[in-house]
């Protein structure tokens, strides 16, 4: 992780450089603002993975040395037969036409939505799936 972190703090340093120049040429303050959080968050993020990677072992992607398989192993559950993916986004696009056509089609699409993700969250604690 030494090195994704080294590599935001640079994009940091780059962008306060950037920004300084940035002000420098244009005294704009909304590009200066948004480049000072850009600063923010590459800064942020380094500092989280320097961080974090002095306090967990190194991983197969630090080693030079390593090979592929050292970094396989169980990456999660994937749902290889959910419906439940295409109720949510029918009920998103529904609530996203209700914004644009009328407040009540916006309420349906809202329930809508509260409904599939209550069925995608407990999808395997009920029927016939349920452990």
């Given at each position: 992780?030494?090195?994704?972190?080294?590599?935001?703090?640079?994009?940091?340093?780059?962008?306060?450089?950037?920004?300084?120049?940035y002000?420098?040429?244009?005294?704009d303050?909304?590009g200066?603002?948004?480049?000072?959080?850009?600063?923010?968050?590459?800064?942020?993020?380094?500092?989280?993975?320097?961080?974090?990677g002095?306090?967990?072992?190194?991983?197969?992607?630090?080693?030079?040395?390593?090979?592929?398989?050292?970094?396989?192993?169980e990456?999660g559950?994937?749902?290889?037969?959910?419906w439940?993916?295409?109720?949510?986004?029918?009920?998103?696009?529904?609530?996203?036409l209700?914004a644009?056509?009328?407040?009540?089609?916006?309420?349906?699409?809202?329930?809508?939505?509260v409904?599939?993700?209550?069925?995608f969250v407990?999808?395997?604690?009920?029927?016939?799936f349920?452990?």
């Open positions: 992780m030494k090195i994704e972190g080294y590599l935001f703090v640079f994009c940091a340093l780059f962008f306060a450089v950037m920004d300084a120049i002000w420098l040429w244009s005294h303050p909304t200066t603002t948004a480049l000072a959080l850009t600063i923010g968050l590459a800064g942020l993020t380094g500092f989280y993975l320097l961080f974090t002095r306090r967990i072992d190194p991983r197969p992607e630090d080693d030079k040395d390593a090979d592929i398989a050292e970094g396989a192993g990456l559950f994937f749902s290889p037969h959910s439940w993916p295409l109720f949510t986004a029918l009920a998103a696009a529904t609530a996203a209700g644009v056509f009328g407040w009540w089609l916006l309420l349906i699409g809202m329930l809508g939505v409904l599939a993700a209550i069925g407990f999808e395997y604690y009920r029927g016939h349920s452990h």
